[in-house]
């Protein structure tokens, strides 16, 4: 397979053509914004198939460019039972909650709550999404110091490879982000989702060629060893990758990250109709599929290559494979792709956030009306703001982390978004609960949600709760939003016995 060796010249020029040509492209197509729904929903005018591409982008951080063929190395295709649970939740999205929020002109996905229960929930919820996507894109930019970490590892001081690479893609998205607003945000993804699906199928070729036999051994080979298997019909809970964990737990952390996060929900609110929203949305979750599948082949294919071959980390297979194997030029390329996979959702995070603190906190605070020029200065004050906090928090990250990155992202925001999707279901289906009902009910839900989700963590901390802790210790990633959506729930139904019915019953706007 060739001896390991470094960059060469064309990929350096690959590399920062590329980072300087995305950032003058933010910069430009988003050079004339008139104020805060210009900055943050690109005036409602992004066409359908552009804010699909875009979704899709934003969800594809380098967690799912370095993490997912490191799923399929040192597994099987098991991840796309959790992939077809995305489309089946997004569909939920687009027929009960998209529909809603195109009633009024909104801007974040809580001001909705704010309509059903007051404006302490809108603040609530708005707060929790922000601490949660700060810490969870923390971990993103991190990631993607694995690949750059073995470009410049030779040049520098090994403790501060990670910390100049964050550095980089941080002060570079940062840009171009406060300069663009969404529009920004949604134009450069298309081209960051063009160069990492050019790459990956590059990728794909080469393993094939460099195969003997290509592709039709990978299959025999990989199909002998049961590398192949995709459908697991066990009923445990302590599996990630099974039919029922896959369907039943992957819809529902669909419809909590596609219908009450605000990474994607401000996207959707940026097409031209409700019907466009809807068809972006769901032809997100079959673009989704095909993808998954496209970097599941990817560890498939590196594991015949490598014959099995054990690495430190499953997180450094795919970039090792690129650095050491890969044409030059290629090499500049694939990790473009990286970079570019990790700036989408980077960029995406700071203005959703930015979003969120201006209209659900700023705005309510002062009083001030969306459309005051001022607030467009705001915006991008904030945005400033949570880029440094999330390339700060990226720093801060442990350097060898025990798990795979994807799956420390994916625990970080299961934990609340269980609550904040039973938020807005309290608020559909059940008309007795009032502001204290779904207040408690989310708090509970969260608190509850972080028990299980850290409750190795706690265990370790506090002994006495082993015996507690130990039951939940073991159940998957995929159920966690469910099981958070369910406590959320209960206890907002539970709680609205306490008081009387509301009279007029108050309830979030009809489709």
């Known amino acids: 397979m060739g001896e390991m060796r470094g960059l060469n010249w064309l990929d350096f020029l690959v590399i920062g053509g590329y980072l300087v040509g995305i950032t003058a492209l933010g910069i430009y197509v988003g050079r004339k914004q008139k104020d805060s729904k210009d900055y943050f929903v690109a005036g409602r005018e992004i066409p359908w198939w552009a804010v699909m591409v875009s979704i899709v982008a934003s969800e594809t951080s380098a967690l799912t460019f370095i993490s997912i063929p490191g799923l399929a190395y040192v597994g099987n295709l098991g991840f796309l039972e959790v992939a077809i649970g995305y489309?089946?939740?997004?569909?939920?999205?687009?027929?009960?909650?998209?529909?809603?929020?195109?009633?009024?002109?909104?801007?974040?996905?809580?001001?909705?709550?704010?309509?059903?229960?007051?404006?302490?929930?809108?603040?609530?919820?708005?707060?929790?999404?922000?601490?949660?996507?700060?810490m969870a894109d923390s971990v993103r930019v991190f990631a993607t110091a694995v690949p750059i970490a073995l470009i410049i590892g030779p040049l520098l001081p090994k403790a501060a490879v990670m910390p100049v690479a964050v550095l980089v893609l941080g002060t570079l998205t940062v840009l171009y982000t406060i300069k663009g607003g969404m529009r920004a945000v949604v134009w450069t993804e298309i081209v960051q989702a063009s160069v990492y699906l050019i790459g990956g199928v590059s990728a794909l070729v080469l393993i094939g060629q460099a195969t003997s036999g290509g592709w039709s051994t990978i299959l025999d080979t990989a199909g002998a060893a049961g590398k192949l298997h995709t459908f697991d019909f066990y009923t445990g809970f302590d599996r990630p990758h099974t039919v029922f964990a896959g369907l039943i737990g992957g819809a529902f952390l669909s419809m909590a990250s596609h219908g009450a996060d605000q990474l994607i929900v401000q996207r959707l609110l940026s097409s031209k109709t409700l019907r466009d929203g809807q068809i972006a949305i769901v032809g997100s979750g079959v673009v989704i599929i095909a993808q998954f599948t496209l970097f599941l082949m990817i560890g498939v294919g590196l594991w015949v290559l490598n014959g099995g071959q054990s690495f430190p980390s499953a997180d450094a297979i795919f970039p090792t494979f690129i650095?050491?194997?890969?044409?030059?030029?290629?090499?500049?390329?694939?990790?473009?792709?990286?970079?570019?996979?990790?700036?989408?959702?980077?960029?995406?995070?700071?203005?959703?956030?930015?979003?969120?603190?201006?209209?659900?906190?700023?705005?309510?605070?002062?009083?001030?009306?969306?459309?005051?020029?001022?607030?467009?200065?705001?915006g991008k004050m904030f945005a400033l703001a949570w880029g440094v906090i999330l390339t700060g928090g990226a720093l801060l990250f442990p350097a060898n982390p025990k798990l795979p990155i994807v799956v420390v992202a994916l625990s970080i925001a299961s934990f609340t978004q269980?609550?904040?999707?039973?938020?807005?279901?309290?608020?559909?289906?059940?008309?007795?609960?009032?502001?204290?009902?779904?207040?408690?009910?989310?708090?509970?839900?969260?608190?509850?949600?972080?028990?299980?989700?850290?409750?190795?963590?706690?265990?370790?901390?506090?002994?006495?709760?082993?015996?507690?802790?130990?039951?939940?210790?073991?159940?998957?990633?995929?159920?966690?939003?469910?099981?958070?959506?369910?406590?959320?729930?209960?206890?907002?139904?539970?709680?609205?016995?306490?008081?009387?019915?509301?009279?007029?019953?108050p309830a979030l706007p009809t489709t």
């Open 87 to 134: 489309l089946i939740g997004r569909v939920v999205v687009a027929t009960v909650l998209l529909p809603r929020y195109y009633q009024g002109e909104l801007v974040t996905a809580y001001t909705l709550l704010e309509t059903r229960f007051g404006l302490a929930t809108r603040r609530f919820t708005s707060i929790v999404f922000m601490v949660t996507r700060g």
């Open 323 to 378: 650095i050491d194997h890969m044409p030059h030029g290629l090499v500049g390329l694939l990790l473009a792709a990286i970079l570019a996979a990790t700036m989408s959702t980077h960029s995406g995070a700071i203005n959703s956030l930015a979003a969120a603190a201006t209209h659900d906190i700023y705005l309510p605070l002062t009083g001030k009306s969306a459309a005051d020029p001022g607030v467009l200065r705001v």
């Open 418 to 505: 269980g609550g904040l999707l039973g938020g807005f279901f309290l608020g559909i289906l059940w008309r007795r609960a009032v502001q204290r009902d779904a207040i408690t009910g989310m708090t509970v839900g969260i608190g509850a949600m972080a028990l299980i989700v850290f409750s190795k963590q706690f265990m370790a901390a506090f002994p006495s709760l082993v015996s507690l802790l130990t039951p939940v210790s073991t159940i998957a990633w995929p159920w966690y939003v469910l099981i958070g959506t369910s406590i959320t729930m209960a206890v907002g139904i539970l709680s609205s016995y306490t008081h009387p019915a509301p009279t007029p019953r």
